[in-house]
C-alpha cells in the first residue's frame, strides 16, 4: 500500500524550510554569503531607521516648521524650562516624546496627526493657533494624565523633592499629591506653553 506523502509546510515555517533547503543546495560559501549580506542589510536598515528617529528628536527639527517656531516654541523660550540659573534646558523631545523606544515609536507614529495640520495649514498662522490651542492642549493633557506625566518624571521625581526647601505652599501641594495620587499636569498645565482659555461650562471641555 503506497503511503501519503508527506505535505510541504505551509505560511511562514514553510517559506523558512525552502529557504533552508535553498541554501543548502547552493552550497556552504553560497549561504554563508547569503547570510551575511542580509545581515549587513539589516545592521544598515536598522542604524537607518533608528538614525532618522533620532534625527526627529532635535530641536532644530521640531521647529522647522513655522508653527512650532513662532508659537509654541517662542513660548517656551520665556520659561524656565528654557532659561534658568543652572543652565539646564529642556527641548520639545524632552518633554513630548518618551524616551522608551516603544513608546516612542508610537509616539512617532502619532505624530503623523501634526504632519497634517502642517500640510493643510491647520494652523499656520498665530490666529488659528489661538483657535485650535484648547483642542490640542487637551490632547497632550490626557495623553500626560494617561501616562502618570512620565515625560515630566524623566526630570523630576516628587518622592526625590525636599519638601522642607520648598514655598509652604509648594510643599504642600507636592505632599497632598502624593495622597490623592494626582500627576503633575493636574496643576502644571500651562508650565511651559500659554495655558488656553478653558470654557466655564463642563461640557464643552470634553476632549474632542
Given at each position: ?74 513660548e517656551l523660550k520665556k520659561t524656565i ?83 522642607a526647601k520648598q514655598s509652604g505652599r ?39
Amino acid at each position: 500500500m503506497q503511503q501519503d506523502r508527506p505535505q510541504p509546510a505551509r505560511g511562514i515555517i514553510g517559506l523558512l524550510c525552502r529557504l533552508w533547503d535553498a541554501l543548502g543546495r547552493g552550497g556552504s560559501w553560497y549561504g554563508l554569503g547569503l547570510l551575511v549580506v542580509g545581515g549587513v542589510a539589516g545592521v544598515i536598515f536598522w542604524g537607518g531607521f533608528n538614525w532618522a528617529l533620532e534625527l526627529t528628536q532635535k530641536e532644530s527639527f521640531c521647529i522647522s516648521c513655522h508653527e512650532m517656531r513662532d508659537t509654541p516654541f517662542a513660548e517656551l523660550k520665556k520659561t524656565i524650562h528654557f532659561k534658568n540659573p543652572a543652565g539646564v534646558t529642556a527641548i520639545c523631545s524632552d518633554c513630548h516624546v518618551p524616551k522608551q523606544w516603544i513608546y516612542k515609536v508610537i509616539r512617532k507614529i502619532k505624530a503623523s496627526r501634526e504632519v497634517y495640520y502642517h500640510l493643510t495649514g491647520y494652523v499656520d498662522t498665530p490666529e488659528k493657533f489661538k483657535a485650535h490651542r484648547l483642542e490640542l492642549a487637551k490632547r497632550v493633557w490626557a495623553t500626560m494624565e494617561g501616562n502618570d506625566s512620565r515625560e515630566c518624571r524623566n526630570c523630576h521625581e516628587i518622592t526625590s523633592m525636599d519638601f522642607a526647601k520648598q514655598s509652604g505652599r509648594a510643599s504642600a501641594q507636592h505632599q497632598n499629591s502624593i495622597k490623592d495620587h494626582e500627576t503633575c499636569i493636574t496643576c502644571h498645565k500651562g508650565i511651559a506653553h500659554h495655558k488656553p482659555e478653558i470654557p466655564t461650562s463642563p461640557s464643552s471641555f470634553e476632549l474632542q
